[in-house]
């Protein structure tokens, strides 16, 4: 069973920078993987959970949310099968639940066309990371 294990949130002043990291385990590195696609959605009280930004770790695409172009930055380790998020000029807006995603099924629409295409359904989770930014 693949586990999603998330770390580096926290609180910060409006303009400056964070990074999350989140590192996969249990998948099994055959045909079935779906951990080759990676990516982060966030939730605010009160909202939907929302994509922010995802990477295709074996060839290094990766795919931002129009609110977040040109201050977020994803990276991957593939070998680590772990994924970062640089936040920088972070706003109050930013303040979220962060969650590291992945497909579930290689048959996912978000998996076949990976980075892009992200979608909130069937997804494995980490237990969220938050992110506060204040003003």
């Known amino acids: 069973q693949v586990q999603l294990m998330e770390s580096g949130g926290g609180s910060v002043q409006g303009g400056g920078s964070l990074t999350l990291s989140c590192a996969a385990s249990g998948y099994t590195s055959d045909h079935t993987d779906s951990t080759e696609c990676m990516g982060w959605f966030r939730q605010s009280p009160g909202k939907e959970r929302e994509a922010v930004a995802a990477t295709w770790i074996a060839g290094g695409a990766t795919y931002y949310a129009d609110s977040v172009k040109g201050r977020f930055t994803i990276s991957s380790d593939r070998a680590k099968r772990t994924v970062y998020l640089q936040m920088s000029s972070l706003q109050p807006e930013d303040t979220a639940m962060y969650y590291c995603?992945?497909?579930?099924?290689?048959?996912?629409?978000?998996?076949?066309?990976?980075?892009?295409?992200?979608?909130?359904?069937?997804?494995?989770w980490g237990q969220g990371t938050q992110v506060t930014v204040s003003s």
């Open positions: 995603a992945a497909p579930r099924s290689i048959r996912s629409t978000w998996w076949s066309r990976c980075p892009s295409e992200m979608n909130p359904q069937n997804n494995y």
